[in-house]
């Protein structure tokens, strides 16, 4: 059941868009495009949720990135892509993201359980590889909400593909 609702959230289900088609179709103006009175623009979004995830596969892989010592080391240095390259590129390294977490997902219950060494003593992510995901997961969901409200508010939602609109 717990892998079956983990796999939803990022293929979406029910009320929960699908994670990949609510950054698919953006164009690069509207990605970098800041909207009045939000601090990040839906480029920000993806990116940030990007770096997590490669952040996250590679402690899980046995490997000790730094942890930031400030929350602005996980967001881009601009609002906005420099060109197209650069966005299609942060799309697909979150693409990329995305089934790294869907295979994590699919892993049986007791690999599911495996310690991962934690990276930082401030780190609150966990270190059993099942709660690693979760919080993964969910992160990405909030942040998600935030790019669909960005796409509405910038007349770019629902995305090509198309979604519940109500």
Not at 104 to 126: I, M
Request: proline share 8%; charged share 20%.
């Amino acid at each position: 059941m717990e892998q079956q609702v983990m796999r939803e959230l990022i293929r979406g289900k029910g009320a929960h868009a699908d994670s990949l088609a609510c950054v698919e179709g953006v164009s690069l103006e509207a990605a970098g495009r800041l909207v009045p009175a939000f601090p990040n623009s839906i480029y920000g979004l993806v990116w940030h949720m990007a770096y997590w995830m490669d952040y996250e596969e590679a402690r899980i892989a046995g490997q000790a990135p730094p942890y930031p010592e400030h929350a602005a080391a996980s967001w881009p240095a601009s609002p906005a892509p420099r060109d197209e390259p650069e966005w299609e590129g942060t799309v697909e390294r979150f693409r990329a993201g995305l089934a790294t977490l869907d295979r994590l997902a699919a892993r049986p219950a007791a690999e599911a359980e495996r310690r991962v060494a934690l990276t930082s003593a401030t780190t609150n992510q966990g270190d059993v590889l099942k709660d690693i995901v979760w919080q993964t997961l969910v992160h990405n969901s909030y942040h998600l909400g935030q790019v669909v409200v960005l796409r509405q508010a910038l007349g770019a939602w629902p995305p090509p593909q198309g979604c519940d609109t109500w």
